[in-house]
């Protein structure tokens, strides 16, 4: 019975969670917070592990799939289902959940309750969204999952959260507007809210055209795209480790996920059309933001930076339409879900102790946590795509799916291995290495066994995949070809 059901339990089982860990009220139960917290992050965790067990490798399509009518006088259903694509992204999901629990452990001091069940209700959200195979569904979890996102920057959050909430919530919530606009107008050519309906679909492409760019305003703002990416470095500066690691490892790659699902297979003629365009904001990406992180004090800016730069390959690779291309975009989001989480949660570490960020304000910080410094490099230089991690991997297969498309896309796109290693060297050799720079670094303690223990999960995954990525193409490969094959075949009509 429950084998019918796996994405359902994948989507419930930590938000059922999260509620009864804020049954558990004041911070006098703190502790029991935090254990049921860990249980259920633990066993949402553990219900989405028959996805990848189970999935046929061999099937492009949605599997899994269940439903049944939630509001029949619309043709509105609770349908779900997951393909080659989506579940990679509901296992980060569920894996980075565990990740956060652990690590607020024994970080969060107040409203502890609240904080742990925010995480694990979002979580719940977000998987809905990998999963929801209606457009209703998909825009009421879509648009849930930023209640969590703004609490916990909100009250948990820095010193300016309220002004980094607002821009946040702002800039998302305008964008998804336009994409409930679309959704509308779909329903009213197919009376239905069925995705797979909207596939089938022939529009005109001057229609298709307004489509594709009511969802671009929604997706390439959450990705994000550059020039509507202003909102990240201010929401990761002010919030706490856990929303960082959220924001980066997976809230980021809803936007990307958005374009493979809506974007392009419903207007695939104005995604071949517009594809210069997007491969140009690309590129400015991965150039011109790199660039802009090479000149960030702050450590947790130079990380956000740095995530837009490295998305600014996700969207490269989606849009030179080859397989080599679209694998490696699909690959680049899973490794920096790891990579970038594990550097936003190594800031933290450093954070709790020394309580800055300034890149300024340390220097020598191996001498005093050799062990944590040797776990931070690691990931700086995953973060640098360095062979042999997960972040050599995405990248290299986008650029070569680029210069199958393109010399000069391929030659722009290969620039982020030179900014990539100037900046992230340019913070490693200020803050770990040289003399120690004060009397607060040199009285710095390493890593405690919780803290060692999340790092070491996160190296393992970083080096996993960057030694051993099949795991992770076998999956994507059948509906990446599936994908391929139905952008390439035209929608156009001569009316609807």
Request: proline letters at 4%.
């Amino acid at each position: 019975m429950l084998d019918n059901h796996i994405l359902s339990l994948s989507i419930w089982v930590p938000i059922l969670a999260g509620i009864l860990v804020l049954f558990t009220g004041s911070d006098k139960n703190a502790t029991l917070a935090r254990w049921i917290a860990l249980a259920g992050s633990v066993a949402g965790f553990l219900v989405t592990l028959p996805l990848y067990t189970r999935f046929d490798r061999a099937d492009g399509d949605f599997q899994f799939q269940e439903g049944f009518d939630w509001i029949p006088s619309f043709n509105i259903h609770y349908h779900l289902g997951a393909d080659g694509i989506a579940v990679p992204l509901i296992l980060l999901t569920s894996f980075i959940t565990v990740i956060v629990v652990l690590a607020g452990w024994e970080v969060i001091q107040k409203r502890v309750a609240q904080y742990m069940a925010a995480f694990l209700i979002m979580s719940g959200l977000m998987i809905g969204v990998f999963t929801a195979l209606d457009a209703v569904l998909f825009y009421v979890f879509w648009e849930a999952m930023l209640i969590p996102m703004f609490l916990v920057i909100g009250v948990w959050g820095g010193p300016n959260r309220v002004y980094a909430t607002i821009k946040f919530f702002l800039y998302t919530l305008l964008g998804s507007l336009l994409m409930l606009v679309a959704f509308i107008y779909l329903f009213h050519h197919t009376h239905s809210f069925e995705i797979v309906d909207y596939y089938m679909l022939p529009i005109p492409m001057e229609v298709q055209i307004l489509i594709f760019m009511a969802f671009f305003m929604a997706f390439a703002v959450k990705i994000p795209m550059w020039p509507v990416h202003t909102w990240l470095p201010d929401a990761h500066v002010e919030a706490p480790t856990g929303g960082s690691v959220v924001l980066a490892a997976i809230m980021l790659k809803l936007g990307a996920y958005g374009f493979l699902r809506f974007a392009m297979p419903i207007a695939p003629d104005a995604a071949h059309y517009l594809s210069g365009f997007m491969i140009t904001l690309s590129l400015i990406a991965v150039v011109y933001i790199a660039l802009v992180a090479l000149v960030q004090q702050d450590m947790k800016k130079l990380i956000a930076y740095s995530s837009i730069s490295h998305m600014g390959f996700v969207t490269l690779g989606m849009f030179i339409f080859n397989p080599l291309g679209m694998e490696g975009g699909i690959v680049q989001m899973i490794s920096h879900g790891f990579v970038s989480g594990a550097l936003f949660l190594c800031v933290g570490v450093l954070y709790d102790r020394m309580h800055s960020r300034q890149i300024a304000d340390y220097g020598g910080v191996v001498n005093t946590m050799p062990t944590f410094a040797a776990f931070a490099v690691l990931f700086a230089m995953a973060n640098a795509g360095l062979p042999g991690t997960s972040g050599f991997v995405g990248e290299f297969m986008v650029i070569l799916g680029a210069l199958q498309q393109d010399f000069w896309y391929a030659f722009l796109a290969a620039t982020t291995l030179i900014f990539g290693a100037a900046y992230t060297l340019w913070m490693v050799k200020r803050v770990f290495y040289g003399d120690i720079g004060n009397a607060h670094v040199a009285a710095l303690k390493d890593v405690n066994r919780r803290e060692f223990l999340i790092l070491a999960i996160l190296a393992a995954m970083t080096l996993g995949f960057g030694l051993y990525p099949a795991p992770l193409t076998e999956i994507t490969h059948a509906t990446v070809t599936q994908l391929l094959s139905h952008l390439a075949q035209s929608k156009l009509p001569g009316t609807i």
